[in-house]
């Protein structure tokens, strides 16, 4: 799947996103939609209305990588704006996991993430 070294973010687009759009204009979008940088070395996640199909934009690099997921059951639990369909949440990898795996972003049955400390 995704390799994860080296995604400093995952940002999730709220609502839904027209699909038809390519490499490049989800990159349009990211740059003027969401005022972030598309070559960044974040994760940039979109789904459709129905909620069954969803785009990951990456630049790894010298090009961009696009992952395109199309349920053939079920659909993804994903974060509705209602404001506007120009915002963005940001998630970790393991919240995307979940996400892909058909569950909601939030579960209270997981153990927290929890920071390294030092030992003295």
């Known amino acids: 799947m995704l390799g994860e070294i080296g995604i400093d973010r995952v940002?999730?687009?709220c609502g839904?996103?027209?699909l038809r759009k390519s490499i490049d204009g989800?990159?349009?979008?990211?740059?003027?939609?969401?005022?972030l940088d598309p070559f960044s070395?974040?994760?940039f996640v979109f789904?459709?209305?129905?909620?069954?199909?969803?785009k990951i934009l990456h630049w790894e690099h010298n090009g961009f990588w696009l992952y395109y997921?199309?349920?053939?059951?079920?659909k993804f639990v994903w974060p509705q704006d209602d404001a506007t369909s120009s915002s963005t949440i940001t998630i970790s990898r393991r919240e995307l996991r979940?996400?892909?795996?058909?569950?909601?972003?939030?579960?209270?049955?997981?153990?927290?993430?929890?920071?390294a400390r030092t030992i003295l």
Do not use: I, M, S
Not at 26 to 35: D, W
Not at 47 to 54: A, F, I, M, P, V
Not at 69 to 74: A, T, V, Y
């Open 16 to 18: 839904a996103t027209d």
């Open 26 to 35: 989800l990159a349009v979008l990211v740059k003027e939609g969401f005022e």
């Open 98 to 115: 979940w996400l892909l795996d058909g569950l909601p972003l939030k579960q209270p049955q997981a153990h927290p993430e929890v920071k």
């Open 69 to 74: 997921r199309r349920l053939e059951k079920g």
């Open 41 to 43: 070395p974040c994760l």
């Open 47 to 54: 789904c459709n209305r129905n909620r069954d199909k969803l």
């Open 11 to 13: 940002y999730l687009a």
